[in-house]
């Protein structure tokens, strides 16, 4: 269900894997209720560390996407799918038009990357001086 | 001495006459972690695995495998009994067939993992009955790992592994390394030259420079905490800016700044955006660049 995660980009192993259970949720691979593949059955899979998908689904516990129940596993949170669902719903059109005029401005898709990496921190930035 | 951390030193130090292999080393391994030791050739990887194991005494400084005493002789006994230990010689019984290599071996190991045994036969796709002396380097590599992962150890200090091997006999033996920690909560320490197979089942990292640990955090950690930013600027780049570059080991090209930096991106972006830079960039970091700075700054090379 799966894909390797990119251990070269840089990007945290448990970040990838966070995305790639997101996203099954979103197209519908998987599907509220549904049992998420067991630690040891990732790891060998992906040839990752156990702690990574531990930490992963930790993280997605957390973030109310999945349930992790004592010595059974882990489920896709009933109604998991529609919040995020309703959430990516509003915030497609607003990143499809930025990506359009981005691209019309040449920004190649590296740089837009690159550019929504650096807003990113900027606005990070902004936020902890206004905690200050 | 905490029980968390199967592994465990202090101060650890080993001379060579008027030469210090390791110096002073302090290294933590946490309990079901897989830790990529890494460092360039003679930062002291081998002889710290070797002083773990006992094979070495230290000339000072001491340490802890799972809560016993690396420089006590019983206490090591005990280490080696819950310890798979693959050295750089992979030494093996010439005259003996696969089979008999395996059977030989298991005799030396309670907890001896039969399961294991037919797990890496098939996804090595090592013959038993070739006698070992007539085996390929390769093949030599992959019987070798398969007697250290099915002896059932609480410990594994793998000094190069996957040297020899193919490319996809290195993502078999990974593949079994992370399904046996998955399986039985086993402590791996494992040095390689290979940075990408590190962070591809490492969650721990020590780097070694010159006998001494530069670095012993997690991945994670290390992933999200160093970023390379990139400053642009409109003319010619501020002294200041060069100065920090200095204390960043950065480099400079034309008008632009490249700096690899810690947990302190935000204040450097809020710097640059002071001295008017036309673009500030922050990059992802890959291991190999961390290593790559870790092991230059500490040599003094680049201040």
């Known amino acids: ?132 | 001495m905490s029980h968390a951390m199967a592994i465990e030193t202090t101060g650890l130090t080993k001379r060579y006459g008027s030469i210090e292999a390791v110096r002073g080393l302090d290294l933590q391994v946490p309990a079901g972690s897989i830790c990529g030791l890494l460092g360039s050739n003679g930062a002291g990887k081998t002889t710290t695995l070797k002083m773990l194991v006992g094979l070495t005494r230290p000339s000072a400084g001491t340490g802890y495998v799972l809560g016993r005493r690396i420089d006590d002789r019983n206490d090591s006994v005990a280490i080696r009994q819950r310890t798979g230990f693959v050295s750089e010689g992979k030494e093996l019984f010439e005259y003996m067939t696969v089979a008999e290599s395996i059977r030989f071996t298991s005799a030396f190991f309670p907890a001896w993992k039969p399961d294991v045994v037919s797990r890496c036969l098939e996804r090595f796709g090592l013959s038993t009955s070739a006698r070992v002396a007539t085996l390929s380097k390769g093949m030599r590599g992959r019987l070798y790992l398969l007697l250290v992962l099915a002896r059932g150890a609480e410990v594994l200090l793998l000094d190069e592994p996957t040297d020899g091997l193919d490319p996809a006999a290195i993502e078999a033996f990974l593949q079994l390394l992370v399904g046996l920690v998955a399986e039985s909560g086993a402590t791996v320490l494992f040095s390689s030259h290979r940075l990408a197979e590190i962070e591809q089942v490492a969650d721990r990292i020590a780097i070694l420079n010159r006998g001494q640990i530069v670095l012993n955090d997690s991945l994670d950690a290390l992933q999200s905490q160093y970023q390379r930013v990139h400053i642009v600027f409109d003319a010619e780049i501020p002294a200041a800016a060069l100065a920090l570059a200095r204390t960043r080991s950065g480099s400079s090209d034309g008008r632009t700044l490249s700096l690899l930096v810690g947990s302190e991106v935000e204040s450097v972006v809020e710097q640059a955006r002071a001295w008017h830079a036309r673009a500030v960039d922050v990059a992802p970091v890959t291991l190999k660049e961390i290593f790559l700075e870790k092991t230059k700054t500490s040599k003094g090379r680049d201040v």
């Open chain 1, 1 to 132: 269900m799966f894909f390797k995660p990119n251990a070269a980009s840089g990007v945290p192993i448990y970040l990838q894997l966070m995305d790639q259970v997101k996203h099954a949720i979103e197209t519908g691979a998987l599907r509220p209720g549904e049992q998420l593949p067991g630690l040891r059955k990732v790891a060998e899979q992906l040839v990752m560390n156990p702690n990574t998908v531990a930490k992963a689904y930790r993280e997605l516990e957390h973030e109310g996407v999945i349930d992790l129940r004592q010595g059974t596993g882990a489920f896709v949170a009933e109604r998991a799918d529609r919040r995020r669902e309703q959430r990516f719903h509003s915030a497609q059109p607003v990143l499809e038009a930025a990506v359009r005029r981005l691209a019309a401005l040449g920004i190649s898709e590296d740089e837009m990357r690159r550019l929504f990496e650096s807003e990113m921190t900027r606005l990070r930035e902004k936020r902890r001086a206004g905690q200050r």
